[in-house]
């Protein structure tokens, strides 16, 4: 079974979100999710400063099998990218909940993260795939 952190949010289509202390979150896509895509080799991250709507479109991720669409968990603001992954989209296979994070975003005001799965609810999600 895919590692699947209980200290995250996830959603119903592979995406994971930490709160940080500060209010933001960053987000990624789960191990469950880079597994099944196989080895990545390009990351498409949205602009800092891009405004996103729950449930859009906000990034790419392609590997050797295909391509991907990422979606926001949450409307927000995108505060900062993995700079990293444009040169290492690799990042996002080997350490999919750390390292291999896609972007921090700021949320909306009144942005529902209690709509988001937590750990048990997502590997009931997962181990439908």
Known sequence: M???????????SH?????????TLT???TDHAQAQ???????????????????D??????????????????????????EKLADSPELVNQDPHGE???VTLEPAEGAE???LLDAEAYIAVAEED
């Not at 995406?15 to 500060?22: C, I, P």
């Not at 479109?57 to 993995?82: C, L, R, W």
């Open 27 to 29: 987000i990624g896509i």
């Open 57 to 82: 479109s906000f990034a790419v991720v392609e590997s050797v099998k295909a391509a991907s669409e990422v979606y926001a968990p949450v409307g927000g603001t995108v505060t900062g990218i993995n």
């Open 113 to 115: 993260l209690s709509s």
């Open 2 to 12: 895919s590692d699947i952190p209980g200290d995250l949010k996830y959603t119903k």
């Open 37 to 55: 895509l196989g080895d990545l080799v390009f990351v498409e991250l949205p602009e800092v400063g891009q405004q996103v709507a729950a449930g």
């Open 15 to 23: 995406e994971w979100v930490r709160v940080n202390d500060s209010g």
């Open 100 to 102: 291999g994070f896609l």
